[in-house]
């Protein structure tokens, strides 16, 4: 499967942005999707995640209560709804699929990414 991350952007603290990570290729149906996001200097980090159905959805807890992933089979497509944003949520953001029919943590590992977005939050 193809994924496509889209959605970034500059946005002021406080402020919100939604990421869109669009599929092609295969089933979209048949995988689970994670966010991750990777800033300059740290290792890449889970963020979110939720189940080929859209109703198990998982996050990290630096993200709880501010992003909310979401996912529209029907159009091949996942979100990522981010509300106040923190300049410490700046990052490149990839979307990835998990075949979900292996038995894997939502933290990995993937089968298929995307390329990155850029999310900048000024302080």
């Known amino acids: 499967v193809q994924l496509q991350a889209f959605g970034g952007g500059l946005v002021q603290a406080g402020g919100s942005l939604r990421l869109s990570c669009a599929a092609s290729g295969r089933t979209f149906s048949d995988y689970n999707v994670g966010w991750f996001r990777q800033a300059p200097g740290k290792e890449r980090e889970s963020v979110a995640a939720t189940d080929w159905r859209g109703i198990t959805t998982n996050y990290a807890d630096s993200v709880k209560g501010r992003f909310t992933i979401s996912r529209d089979n029907a159009k091949n497509t996942v979100y990522l709804q981010m509300n106040d944003l923190k300049p410490e949520d700046t990052a490149v953001y990839y979307c990835?699929?998990?075949?979900?029919?292996?038995?894997?943590?939502?933290?990995?590992?993937?089968?298929?990414w995307g390329q990155g977005t850029q999310v900048t939050v000024s302080s």
């Open positions: 990835a699929a998990q075949y979900n029919r292996a038995i894997r943590s939502w933290t990995g590992p993937y089968d298929y």
